[in-house]
């Protein structure tokens, strides 16, 4: 398993951090618009806060992590170790562009006005999970776009979800500062995970569905243990200074992203932390398939993908609005192409490599607040804030 900020031996042979070196240098170094550095505040409407309020004494982990602060450059790296792989498509051929989800298949449900925050493919991807302001989690059949179960317990809106790799749980959480644990199956909550004293922006399992972590408004990560009955968490981390937007597990790995600007790598194995600084308030963070890059959306109408090995920006992708509320992103499962949604209701793909726009999708009527990618096809979900929900395919419909 890849460790945070050690440089792990057998990684996959494949590295999007290697391929994109080779593509630029036989390209002659072209080299795309950096990424500006100054910082922007979030507008009072904002979802996604700029400041988090005072929090009251929090318990202490048992011990802190080993820390490492990298400083941030806007300009491309350059020096990456070199790949002999050729499996990435290039920008324009037929390969790249034929396989993307850029047609709509279902529209799985139609435009109610209640606003949708999250939406989630189950891990065979037969599912839809997906959950919003009317404080409700639905599960969809994306083909026939009936709703076969309704999940009610939340006090205030729904802020995000997590699938367990078995498939036979979920995770909610929200604005009533709660997690709950779910039974798919029986519709029944299995554990209530409390503790945050603000809004829970994010939640996601280990690969193991054994451990919950969850990320706030309060500026901290939580971990759960759900297989005991334990009410306390079994691990705090507090070195955010502001809101946590969203976090991803992989391996011993935990990634988040925060409104200081800041994407944070905790191995919890080894109790070891790596902060990578941006300076733009993140809404999105995802690692690549390959464990080697770091994905991350920020309130400056950017996407960054990041080395994890030394923190370099590889590339940036712009072209999207995004600059007050939050907005996912994530890469197709070749690793091949960045999706994200926008606030002026498109879902705009990049070519990973050349970090231009090769579609841009007329998707919903209001802000793409939420998309994913399905685990093993070329298809894709988005959900908005008009309250629809849509499926995308490679191929059109006929």
């Given at each position: ?21 080779a ?6 170094k072209k ?17 996604v ?11 202490t ?11 941030y450059?806007?300009?491309l790296?350059s ?23 850029i ?9 109610t006005?209640s606003?949708i925050n999250?939406c989630?493919?189950?891990s ?19 083909d026939t776009?009936?709703?076969?179960k309704?999940?009610e ?5 729904v ?5 367990s ?16 644990l779910?039974d798919?199956i029986s519709g029944?909550?299995?554990r209530?995970?409390t503790?945050?004293?603000?809004r829970?922006?994010?939640v996601d ?10 990320g ?5 990560i939580?971990?759960w243990d759900c ?8 691990q ?6 502001d809101?946590v937007?969203?976090i991803?597990?992989q391996?011993?790995?935990l ?10 790598i905790y191995?919890?194995?080894m ?5 990578d ?7 999105s963070?995802?690692?690549s ?12 109408n ?17 072209g ?13 499962n070749?690793d ?9 209701g498109k879902?705009?793909?990049?070519d990973?490599?050349e970090?231009?726009?090769?579609h ?7 802000i793409?607040?939420a998309?994913?990618?399905?685990p ?6 988005s ?7 849509k499926?995308?395919?490679?191929r059109?419909?006929?």
């Open positions: 398993m890849p460790k945070g900020g050690s440089r792990a031996s057998g990684a996959p042979t494949m590295s999007i951090a290697a391929t994109l070196a593509h630029r240098n036989a390209a002659d080299t795309p618009p950096a990424a500006g550095n100054s910082a922007k505040s979030s507008s009072s409407s904002s979802i806060p700029t400041q988090a309020p005072p929090r009251p004494p929090q318990p982990p048992k011990q802190p992590p080993t820390q490492v602060a990298r400083e450059s806007s300009t790296t020096s990456i170790p070199p790949t002999t792989s050729s499996s990435t498509p290039k920008k324009g051929s037929h390969a790249s562009n034929l396989n993307l989800p047609h709509e298949d279902q529209v799985v449900s139609d435009a006005g606003q999250a989630q493919y189950n065979t991807g037969e599912y839809i999970l997906a959950g919003g302001v009317d404080r409700t989690v639905r599960l969809w059949n994306p776009r009936f709703c076969i309704t999940y317990v939340h006090g205030y809106e802020l995000d979800l997590a699938v790799p078995e498939n036979g749980k979920f995770a909610s959480c929200g604005g009533d500062k709660t997690v709950f779910w798919v029944m909550t299995i209530r995970f503790g945050h004293t603000q829970v922006n994010a399992f280990n690969d193991e569905g054994t451990v919950l972590a969850s706030s408004y309060d500026a901290t939580r971990l297989r005991s009955q334990l009410r306390a968490p079994i705090i981390l507090e070195e955010p200074k809101s937007t969203s991803k597990i391996g011993s790995d990634l988040a992203g925060c409104v200081d600007g800041s994407i944070r191995d919890i194995r109790g070891t932390l790596i902060t600084q941006i300076f733009e308030p993140i809404t963070v995802s690692f398939k390959d464990g080697n890059c770091v994905l991350a959306s920020s309130l400056d950017t996407i960054r993908l990041m080395d994890r090995a030394n923190g370099g920006l590889l590339n940036a992708y712009k999207h609005r995004n600059e007050k509320y939050k907005i996912r992103s994530c890469l197709s070749s091949a192409h960045v999706l994200s949604g926008s606030e002026d879902i705009y793909i990049w990973l490599m970090g231009e726009v090769v841009q999708i007329e998707a919903h009527s209001k793409v607040s998309i994913a990618y399905h093993t096809l070329d298809r894709m979900c959900a908005s804030v008009d309250g629809s929900i499926t995308w395919t490679s059109p419909s006929k």
